[in-house]
């Protein structure tokens, strides 16, 4: 008896039941964390992992300043997890109301909602615990992107290759403290960990979808919609791997144009391109002749 190949909707739905078997067993990560070892004596980012390191008048501040510039940059990239995550809580909302979307995507998309939110709780904890008054961080605001993400069609290729960006660029950051555990603090550790495992799924899930959505494309379209995402990663690069110099005066870092000099960074340049080298080469698997860096 022959085999007929499911369509392109049935992998997403098997895919989608597949990752949601994964999720079903779930416990809040703000409850998995032993904040008790929270100290801002620690770094909270691997100094080589700060938008500065390798610049010689950083390097030759004081630890403490060093250190303190680490709570702040790790503040910033939970803040654009946030802000990042709060766009995709409300699109995953509105998309599980929809009565025509198969039962199993609808089912992982409120495993996703429920995981996201535990993600922003967790984040929120850590402000909570930080030490580091409100008022003194420098909250991430890009009205374009997040007028794009709430405005993009749910179904399409450039609003999925958004999400999948939004998951992964921040995701080789949450990594990379995972393999430097040692020289961090190991609350840091821990949360970049528990997002990590849940970030793996959505973002297998992601490329499900956009590879589904590419190989419905002409090879015309393929590359506007690359042309679009390489945009976006450039966005997203600087909203995470590069600080607004207001963050630099906040963190007490002595008067300088620290954010243009980060910007000059060739050593700042060759991290974030180490990276994301992977997500680009997965995204160019997929179809999508992205132009980065």
């Not at 615990?129 to 420098?138: E, F, H, N, Q, Y």
């Not at 605001?141 to 999925?160: E, K, V, Y």
């Not at 700042?268 to 992205?290: K, N, Q, Y």
Request: hydrophobic fraction near 45%.
């Amino acid at each position: 008896m022959a085999h007929t190949n499911p369509t392109p909707a049935a992998r997403v739905a098997e895919r989608a039941d597949q990752l949601a078997r994964h999720s079903a067993p779930y416990r809040d990560p703000a409850a998995r964390v032993q904040w008790q070892r929270l100290s801002p004596q620690s770094f909270w980012l691997p100094e080589a992992a700060l938008s500065l390191h390798g610049i010689p008048e950083f390097d030759g501040l004081p630890l403490a300043d060093r250190r303190r510039l680490s709570h702040h940059e790790f503040l910033r990239f939970l803040d654009a997890g946030l802000w990042l995550e709060g766009i995709f809580l409300e699109r995953l909302g509105r998309a599980c109301a929809r009565p025509d979307a198969p039962l199993a995507t609808r089912m992982y998309h409120l495993h996703e909602l429920r995981e996201e939110a535990g993600h922003s709780l967790m984040f929120l904890e850590f402000f909570r615990r930080s030490g580091i008054p409100t008022d003194a961080l420098v909250h991430h605001d890009d009205r374009l992107l997040t007028w794009l993400g709430r405005s993009l069609p749910f179904d399409s290729a450039l609003f999925w290759g958004a999400i999948l960006l939004g998951e992964e660029v921040p995701d080789r950051l949450n990594r990379h403290v995972r393999l430097h555990a040692g020289d961090v603090c190991p609350v840091a550790v821990e949360l970049c960990a528990l997002h990590s495992m849940d970030e793996a799924r959505h973002i297998a899930y992601g490329r499900e979808i956009l590879q589904n959505r590419v190989d419905q494309m002409g090879a015309f379209k393929r590359v506007l919609v690359a042309r679009s995402l390489t945009w976006l990663l450039k966005r997203f690069v600087q909203t995470f791997y590069y600080p607004p110099q207001a963050l630099y005066d906040r963190a007490g870092l002595p008067p300088a144009p620290w954010a243009a000099r980060a910007q000059r960074n060739g050593i700042r340049r060759a991290f974030v391109a180490h990276c994301l080298g992977s997500t680009v080469t997965r995204l160019r698997g997929l179809g999508l002749p992205i132009n980065w860096p």
